[in-house]
């Protein structure tokens, strides 16, 4: 499944940098398509679409690469190429302005200046968010875990806690995120299982809370092993 998507997205990069480096496609371009005709000239005659289609190889590529380095068992070379993936992003938007027509720009590129600010803030606040770690409180009943993809569960729905010194084998993160050994959200397992994580880091033992109903399993940890097991043992102290 990952391999899919991966190829999908190398692919329809590909795709997309072709059409807009050889076939006259640079109404792709966010920011070309809202400006003038007399701009858009501008900009075509500078070679725009040259400039973005070759930077959407490059991120086909870079993309390819994380993915191939970590089947050969690189350590979170997917993560990193993801993060070199958004760096060459921010570094092709500022390198981009040189396209921009001399005088002062329309409204209608002003605006779409204004809409691209907005909406890599935007993404920079949800990745710092989701990144955050999880909250675990133990209340009298029930634990509470917030933030992103946060969630709630009574003790006695639990049917097992167990320690584990060894994450199963993930295949696919289908809601969630990853940068590097922090794993939070929605993940599918190798076993065609789906469970909801809460990692902090890679450091064992990582805690496995299952439940007597079909509800997903939980696997979370601590900020380092002692506070994990800890954490372990006053969880099994509550069940009943």
Do not use: C
């Not at 075509?44 to 190889?57: A, D, H, P, S």
């Not at 779409?112 to 675990?136: C, F, K, M, T, Y």
């Amino acid at each position: 499944m990952e391999t899919f998507v991966v190829g999908f997205i190398v692919i329809m990069l590909a795709v997309l940098a072709t059409i807009i480096r050889f076939f006259g496609g640079e109404m792709l371009i966010s920011g070309y398509n809202t400006s003038s005709p007399e701009e858009r000239a501008y900009m075509k005659e500078k070679g725009i679409g040259r400039f973005v289609g070759n930077y959407m190889y490059g991120l086909a590529a870079i993309i390819l690469a994380g993915f191939l380095l970590k089947k050969a068992g690189v350590p979170y070379a997917q993560d990193i190429s993801w993060v070199v993936f958004i760096v060459v992003i921010l570094a092709m938007v500022i390198r981009a302005r040189r396209f921009a027509p001399p005088g002062p720009p329309s409204p209608q590129r002003r605006r779409s200046l204004w809409l691209s600010l907005v909406i890599v803030v935007v993404v920079a606040v949800l990745v710092a968010w989701n990144a955050l770690p999880a909250g675990i409180e133990l209340e009298d009943s029930h634990a509470v875990i917030s933030g992103a993809y946060g969630t709630s569960f009574k003790y006695a729905e639990i049917e097992q806690v167990q320690l584990l010194e060894e994450l199963p084998e993930i295949s696919l993160r289908t809601n969630g995120v990853s940068l590097g050994p922090i794993n939070k959200g929605n993940f599918k397992l190798e076993d065609g299982g789906s469970v909801l994580m809460f990692l902090r880091n890679g450091k064992p033992p990582f805690i496995l809370i299952t439940f007597d109903s079909d509800r997903k399993p939980i696997i979370l940890n601590s900020g380092d092993p002692a506070s994990t097991k800890q954490l372990y043992q006053e969880l099994t102290a509550r069940l009943p």
